[in-house]
């Protein structure tokens, strides 16, 4: 079984019968169907549209295309992270007409296989989701770490306007809280890779970055650098809570609208409060139309944000509590 770009994977008949598919790496020029077979995907808020071209760039990921009939219907990421030990898989999607027929599972193999030849030294299948976890999951897979999604939707116009007539605190009544730090890079990088901030902060010493999990080394920090994040903390010396922005890119449920993703960890309310909304300050300043924005936080935080979104913000909460889960299991 071969693939287009010269990676090679050993030959395995078996699965290629199972359901008839071939496998190849994407290209730019399959973007078009791609994007005809994801239709409506993640409610609107599907980001591959804008990490396409940047996901054929990176050096350690591949992008797999299944096709059935010469026709894609099928694909999914796979990334190498953790100095080499971890294959991040993300990004999996299945045409509406194909699922629910085996697809999905004989991708996985194939990419493990392609996986494994590339990159001997990977020892574990890392990553997450966002569905309700059930008894077979965990024969499968190992729970790393969760987080609650609070997924809120507001004009950007609305929230501008409703941020000034609360002032900078945003609402926030507490005078003794010192404002949120912005890092710069370097001091990010630094600061992440602390003993004190992966064991005191991070959700069992995982950076969680827009649905991508790593840990706290010089490799993945690497990787984060070259991303488009805002890294804030409640103190730069002794940090007790500290998050993470995207920054904000359009989604294809509608016409202006943005999707902003905030990864929080940290278990004070209080400070968690204030640096959503110096993310929302900062991000909201410059755009026009809708926003989904999308916050993972510490389980116990989610009611008290919600009702602070709700109450305070006037903002729409889109669905009621669910959570991220970050799994992982030995490559197969």
């Known amino acids: 079984m071969k693939i287009e770009t010269g990676l090679q994977c050993p030959?395995?008949?078996?699965?290629?019968?199972?359901?008839?598919?071939?496998?190849?790496?994407?290209?730019?020029?399959?973007?078009?169907?791609?994007?005809?077979?994801?239709?409506?995907?993640?409610?609107?808020?599907?980001?591959l549209p804008t990490r396409y071209q940047a996901w054929l760039q990176e050096p350690n990921r591949i992008v797999v295309?299944?096709?059935?009939?010469?026709?894609?219907?099928?694909?999914?990421?796979?990334?190498?992270?953790?100095?080499?030990?971890?294959v991040l898989v993300e990004g999996l999607r299945v045409a509406p007409s194909e699922r629910g027929k085996g697809v999905a599972g004989v991708l996985l193999k194939f990419c493990s296989q392609l996986v494994k030849a590339k990159h001997p030294d990977v020892k574990v299948t890392r990553l997450t989701r966002d569905d309700r976890l059930g008894p077979k999951d965990f024969q499968k897979y190992r729970l790393i770490t969760k987080q609650a999604i609070l997924l809120v939707r507001f004009r950007s116009e609305d929230m501008k306007l409703r941020l000034q007539e609360?002032?900078?605190?945003?609402?926030?009544?507490?005078?003794?809280?010192?404002?949120?730090?912005?890092?710069d890079p370097g001091v990010a990088h630094h600061l992440f890779l602390s003993a004190g901030l992966a064991r005191d902060v991070l959700p069992n010493a995982t950076i969680v970055q827009d649905w991508q999990p790593f840990k706290p080394l010089p490799s993945n920090m690497a990787i984060l650098m070259k991303k488009d994040i805002d890294w804030m903390v409640d103190d730069a010396q002794s940090p007790s809570v500290a998050s993470l922005c995207t920054?904000?890119?359009?989604?294809?449920?509608?016409?202006?609208?943005y999707y902003l993703n905030i990864d929080m960890f940290g278990k004070d309310l209080t400070k968690a409060r204030r640096q959503f909304i110096a993310h929302l300050h900062r991000h909201t300043d410059t755009l026009r139309g809708h926003?989904?924005?999308?916050?993972?936080?510490?389980?116990?935080?989610?009611?008290p944000l919600a009702d602070f979104c709700r109450g305070t913000l006037g903002v729409e909460l889109v669905k009621e509590y669910t959570e991220q889960c970050v799994v992982e299991s030995d490559l197969a």
């Open 166 to 183: 609360l002032g900078l605190q945003g609402g926030c009544q507490d005078s003794v809280s010192q404002d949120p730090v912005r890092l």
């Open 11 to 47: 030959p395995n008949p078996e699965m290629e019968s199972q359901a008839g598919l071939q496998f190849s790496v994407a290209i730019e020029d399959d973007f078009e169907e791609i994007m005809a077979m994801s239709q409506d995907i993640y409610g609107g808020l599907d980001y």
């Open 291 to 303: 926003v989904m924005c999308q916050m993972f936080l510490d389980p116990p935080l989610w009611q």
């Open 65 to 86: 295309l299944a096709r059935k009939q010469g026709k894609v219907i099928a694909l999914e990421s796979v990334c190498v992270i953790d100095d080499g030990e971890t």
């Open 247 to 257: 920054f904000p890119f359009r989604v294809p449920i509608g016409d202006n609208w």
